[in-house]
C-alpha cells in the first residue's frame, strides 16, 4: 500500500498493536466511524499480507453488518468494500483523536477478555462478535455534538455507498431517443 498525504478518497483505517494475555492483538480503526476491528494471534504471515487479511475482515464484517437479504445487493456491497479498499493507504501521520479512540478500546478489550469473559477469542466470528460488543459502545469526535455508536454510523455508511451506486447508474441518451 502507498503512502499519503492524508489527503485521498479512500478508506483511512488506523492500526494499533497491544499485547492481552501474552498474545499480540491488533485493533484498527476507520478514521470517519471510529469503527473498530479486532485481531488476536496474527501469525507471522498475517502481517506480512495483512491487507489482504484487513480486507477480508471489512469483507466480512461489512456484510454481516448490513445483512442485506438480497443476494445481488450483499454481492453490490461486497464489491464496493473490495473497490475501497483497494484505496486504502497507509499514513505515517498520527491522528491524536484516532489513537484516543484505540486507547479506550484496548482498555474495553482487556476488560473483556479477563473480566467478563476470562479468554481470548480463537475464532475469527468470536473476534468478530468481540468486536462488535466494543463498537456498541459511544463514541464523540470533537467535531461531533452527540455521542454515535460506531457499529451504527459503519453500518449507515456502508448502505449508503450501495444506494449512491444505484443512483449512480449511467444512461445512454439514445435510448429514449425515438428511432
Partial sequence: MPETDGKTEGWHWYAHRITLMRKKCV????????????FFGLKKGDFANFEQVLTSRIIAEGSWLCDLSDSGENELLVEIIQQKCSEMFFDRKPNRSVQAHIRQVAQELEYFVLFID?????????????????????????????????????????????????????????DFRKK
Avoid: H
Fill in 27 to 38: 485493533i484498527v480503526m476507520d478514521e470517519e466511524c471510529r469503527y473498530a476491528l479486532i
Fill in 118 to 174: 476470562e479468554r481470548l477469542p480463537g475464532l475469527t466470528e468470536e473476534e468478530i462478535d468481540l468486536g462488535l460488543k466494543i463498537n456498541d459502545r459511544y463514541r464523540k469526535r470533537q467535531s461531533d455534538k452527540d455521542y454515535f455508536m460506531p457499529k451504527k454510523c459503519w453500518r449507515k455508511s456502508l448502505l449508503t455507498l450501495i444506494s449512491a451506486q444505484r443512483s449512480a447508474k449511467i444512461y445512454n441518451l439514445d
